[in-house]
C-alpha cells in the first residue's frame, strides 16, 4: 500500500479511464490523440478494455492522457473560479 501512495491512477480502474476519456475527447478525437484500431474502427469501451489489458504501450498512452486531461480540467476549473 505504501508504494502506492503518491500513484494518482491507484484505486482507478482501466474502464473508468476509458469512460471517462471517451466523455471528455469522444471517440474520434480520442482516436486521433492515440492512434490505435480499437479507437478508430468500431470503438467500443469493451474492445478498448480487452485491447488495452493485454498491451502495455497503448495503456500507458491512456493513462498518461487521463492524467493531461485531470489536469487540463484543473486549469480550466481555476481559470473560472
Known amino acids: 500500500m505504501e508504494k502506492q501512495?503518491?500513484?494518482?491512477?491507484?484505486g482507478i480502474t482501466?474502464?473508468?479511464?476509458?469512460?471517462?476519456?471517451?466523455?471528455?475527447y469522444g471517440w474520434e478525437d480520442l482516436g486521433t490523440?492515440?492512434?490505435i484500431k480499437c479507437f478508430n474502427?468500431?470503438?467500443?469501451i469493451k474492445s478498448s478494455l480487452n485491447?488495452?489489458?493485454?498491451?502495455?504501450?497503448?495503456?500507458e498512452k491512456v493513462e498518461g492522457l487521463y492524467l493531461k486531461?485531470?489536469?487540463?480540467?484543473?486549469?480550466?476549473s481555476k481559470?473560472?473560479?
Do not use: G, M, Q
Not at 501512495?5 to 491507484?10: D, I, V
Not at 486531461?69 to 480550466?76: G, M, W
Open 5 to 10: 501512495k503518491n500513484n494518482p491512477l491507484h
Open 41 to 44: 474502427e468500431n470503438p467500443s
Open 79 to 81: 481559470i473560472n473560479e
Open 14 to 24: 482501466l474502464a473508468s479511464i476509458v469512460e471517462h476519456l471517451v466523455n471528455y
Open 51 to 59: 485491447f488495452l489489458r493485454k498491451t502495455d504501450w497503448a495503456r
Open 33 to 35: 490523440r492515440i492512434n
Open 69 to 76: 486531461s485531470l489536469r487540463d480540467i484543473a486549469k480550466k
